[in-house]
């Protein structure tokens, strides 16, 4: 040691003690280190959204070949002006860290750390570590810097460590071959082609196992850009149980917008998610297929607190929401920004509506052919389109071979252009919406509105006293009419189980009074439960009026673990099972005598079970509650159970479900309810209940809303 | 909301809007016929005659059906103003922004459907709820839309 270091090494310990705090946790984003002296940005990688976090780090070097350790949480580079490894906390406050043996003849700018160990490459030099569990006991500690290999031939400008498998991998930035390196060794297998080359200077792992890799800058080609730099592109390189690759395809997909740089160095925790706990990140929430979730690279954009559509801003997503949930069952509403206020008509102009909260670039698309992509050249109604703050009036041309019926349409709205169907952005809003297209002279209409549900509550000790807890069955249900020259010719039912408060295993249905089975078009109707596909939509075929049974039992079907579904307060689970029934008719059928939405939705007891005392044993499909005054099916055993224990239905005064005091075993509401906690009696939460039951006549009509309930009573 | 000043904040809306090329001396869509007193549903809360404390101590009338939705008739006869394509939408719910204009909660449809030249009768199913809702003509040549707020409780709607 010469007498001019000694100082500087002085200063270095007092630099480690004073300055460098670890990071507190292992963050989300990743960290870019460029030019010197070196700057640090912090990169959102799912938006591409990208912030100085740090220019004045104590230094006027650069530091490249940086790498996150998850072990100390700091993190570790090589200086390359002053050829030595640096270190920095949460603070970004460069302080050396001591080592014997760095070589002197070149530097490094490729380098991660894996396991407490910093490792760094140089093509044409060689694959060197340097173990840093000393620096836990003594910051000072010198550390000896090991060569595991002179191999290394592979032209690589970052590599990183796959969480998953320990394994090294770096992208050739000759051939854009993706590359493992077996870090005992340093030894490459060759991979696959990703399909992209250039000066990948910054590579991160998430704990799911996704390689993102950005490129530092523009590649030209007589003149013309022929590969853009700042590009984040992410390839799957996810692992199955048994430590498999998951998929054969290792092309990367361009995933956002990311900063140009040069002398570009990436870190990052490679044991976190890409996304927060606490997101700043708005998801759609169409159905998968139209590439929703982040797995999918599905459209998401960084919140600006600028950039919206509609009156109420936006709240922050852990991931795009698919069936059972949707953007707006989570925070606030946002999904209000895009209005459909004509007929969409295939062929003919229709009218959208957008409401923006500041100018901005609208693109969107609509599922034309319903074949749940974005995907056909014509899907692509509005590109760039340049709004202004307030109401926007658009126009676009419904596709002239578009398939009537149920699709969906995704509204962007950015300060950036260029986006499409998918991909990060770093500003603005995604929108998913549901639309019907529809043929001439159609008219829908909702129950209680395109996007609520009223609740169904039902008791299931009929004919026997009921407790009043009102929870044994919650089901909160949707109905859209579609009717063509005035005649139902569709009907859309939307359900979501809400509740299950019952020991009694029951099935839900769903029944058009007056309706024959035969005015079904079977080949048009069909069920879907969480949005799949059910093999049968569920029609009782040996029953004359048209009926349909959603579920024979929905204990089966909620999939829960706690003693009761969602009545207990201290055991709270999601919803878990959804359905949507779609009901056409034949043409000529006769379906004037179909009642009043939501008809008669019921439960029965499901087949093969146990159901109470006192009646026949397993009653099953024989077994029935509705809502007051409703008749039961064909299929109710009225000989058996009708008039049983206290209830006093009678076919003469058209009285059914109801007690000789009129007390119904079912209720239905007009909104989402809250229920009464499992063994609460309504009356104890919803103490107008009385005067709206007793007098009958429009008394206390809203004593089921949420101000006017013992909150601590209902769930 | 107090209907003669809801009435009055239509029309000036209405004139504001403007376009379409109607004849606003004649036929303006906000002269309706001044609809029935509105019946609308006893919304106070009944605090003194909590009697009992469960619920299967309660007696109601015979014939109760607790059913908490009713028939809508809505009748729109605009063709005195216009006769083009045009398309009705309500809303339950809105906002009325600090211009006055009105947007929907689009989430909040409950009905939608052309107009045949300029008219439209027909009964839907709506819930027992509180508050007025919006209605929306939009015609397909961009023009603002005509706007009227209904009163629930109202069995007919005329527009």
């Keep these: ?715 | 909301m107090n209907k003669s000043i809801m009435i009055l904040t239509l029309c000036g809306l209405l004139t504001a809007c403007g376009g379409g090329g109607g004849d606003e001396g004649e036929a303006s869509p906000a002269s309706a016929p001044a609809p029935a007193p509105a019946s609308t549903p006893d919304t106070s809360t009944d605090n003194t005659s909590n009697t009992v404390t469960s619920t299967g101590d309660l007696a109601a009338p015979a014939g109760f059906d607790y059913h908490p939705a009713a028939t809508q008739t809505v009748q729109v006869d605009i063709s005195g103003y216009s006769t083009d394509r045009a398309y009705l939408s309500i809303y339950s719910q809105y906002h009325q922004l600090s211009d006055g204009d009105y947007l929907p909660v689009y989430d909040s449809r409950i009905l939608s459907s052309p107009l045949a030249a300029g008219e439209l009768t027909l009964d839907f199913t709506m819930v027992t709820d509180e508050g007025p809702v919006l209605a929306e003509i939009w015609f397909y040549d961009g023009s603002a839309p005509l706007v009227q707020v209904f009163e629930r409780g109202e069995s007919v709607w005329y527009w």
Aim: aromatic residues 12%; proline residues 4%; hydrophobic residues 35%.
């Design chain 1, 1 to 715: 040691m010469n007498k001019l270091t000694l100082p500087a090494f002085v200063m270095a310990v007092w630099s480690v003690h004073a300055n460098a705090t670890p990071f507190d946790t292992c963050p989300s984003k990743a960290y870019l280190f460029q030019s010197a002296p070196v700057k640090v940005y912090g990169v959102n990688l799912v938006t591409g959204a990208t912030t100085l976090l740090e220019d004045d780090t104590g230094t006027t070097a650069n530091v490249n070949g940086v790498g996150f350790n998850f072990t100390d949480r700091y993190i570790y580079g090589y200086d390359t002006t002053n050829k030595k490894i640096v270190r920095m906390g949460k603070n970004f406050q460069v302080a050396d860290v001591n080592t014997s043996d760095l070589p002197t003849d070149h530097t490094f700018y490729v380098g991660d750390v894996y396991d407490h160990t910093y490792y760094l490459y140089r093509t044409n030099k060689g694959l060197f570590k340097i173990d840093l569990s000393p620096l836990d006991s003594d910051a000072s500690a010198v550390l000896p810097v090991v060569k595991i290999s002179s191999r290394a031939t592979v032209s690589l400008t970052d590599m990183a460590f796959h969480p998953g498998n320990g394994k090294l991998y770096g992208i050739d930035n000759n051939s854009g071959f993706l590359y493992e390196f077996d870090p005992t060794s340093g030894q490459e297998t060759y991979i696959a082609d990703t399909g992209q080359k250039g000066t990948f200077g910054a590579g991160y792992f998430d704990v799911n196992g996704y390689y993102y890799v950005s490129r530092n800058n523009d590649v030209s080609s007589g003149g013309v850009v022929i590969r853009e730099g700042g590009k984040i592109y992410r390839v799957n390189m996810s692992l199955d149980e048994s430590g498999d690759f998951v998929e054969s395809d290792f092309t990367a997909v361009e995933f956002a917008d990311g900063p140009m740089s040069n002398q570009n160095d990436g870190a990052r925790c490679a044991n976190a998610p890409v996304i927060d706990e606490d997101s700043n990140i708005d998801f759609g929430d169409a159905p998968d297929s139209y590439k929703t979730t982040l797995a999918s690279n599905g459209p998401r954009h960084q919140l600006d607190e600028l950039t919206w559509l509609g009156l109420n801003g936006v709240d922050g997503d852990s991931d795009g929401a698919v069936s059972p949930d949707s953007d707006d069952l989570t925070g606030i509403d946002d999904e209000d920004g895009i209005g459909f206020v004509t007929a969409v008509e295939p062929g003919l102009d229709t009218l959208v509506t957008a409401y923006a909260s500041t100018t901005g670039y609208l693109s969107g698309w609509i599922d034309w052919d319903g074949d749940g992509e974005f995907d056909e050249p014509g899907d692509k109604v509005f590109e760039d389109q340049l709004l202004q703050a307030g109401q926007n009036v658009l126009f676009f041309e419904a596709d002239l071979n578009a398939v009537a019926g149920d699709t969906w349409s995704r509204f962007r709205f950015s300060q950036q252009t260029g986006l499409d169907a998918d991909g990060g952005s770093t500003s603005g809003e995604v929108e998913d919406h549901g639309l019907t297209i529809t043929a001439a002279n159609t008219r829908q209409e909702h129950f209680p509105s395109s996007t609520g549900f009223v609740t169904l509550a039902y008791e299931d000790n009929y004919p026997y006293t009921a407790d009043y807890d009102m929870n044994d069955v919650v089901m909160f249900l949707r109905v859209t009419e579609t009717l063509k020259d005035d005649v139902v010719a569709k009907i859309k039912v939307t359900g979501q189980l809400a509740a299950l408060g019952a020991s009694y295993h029951n099935g839900f249905a769903i029944r058009l009074p007056n309706v024959a089975r035969t005015a079904v078009n079977t080949q048009l109707t069909y069920l879907k439960v969480n949005g799949q596909l059910q093999s049968d939509s569920g029609m009782e075929t040996d029953m004359q009026e048209a009926s349909f049974v959603i579920s024979n039992d929905l204990n089966e079907a909620a999939d829960f673990s706690c003693q009761y579904f969602r009545t207990l307060e201290n055991c709270r689970e999601d919803i878990s099972y959804e359905f949507e029934l779609t009901i056409s008719f034949n043409p000529d059928a006769d379906v004037s005598g179909l009642p009043d939405m939501p008809y008669d939705p019921f439960i029965f007891a499901t087949p093969d079970k146990y159901h109470g005392e006192g009646m026949p044993e397993h009653p099953g499909r024989s077994w029935e509650v509705h809502l007051a005054d409703q008749a039961p099916t064909e299929k109710f055993d009225k000989v058996n159970i009708m008039g049983l224990g206290v209830d006093d239905s009678n076919d003469a005064t058209g009285k059914y479900f109801k007690t000789s005091n009129n007390l119904p075993w079912a209720l239905m509401l007009p909104e989402q309810w809250e229920w009464p906690k499992e063994r609460v009696d309504l009356l104890k939460a919803y103490p107008d209940f009385e005067g709206y039951a007793t007098e009958g006549d429009g008394t206390n009509a809203l004593w089921y809303k949420s101000d006017n309930a013992v909150s601590a009573e209902t769930y």
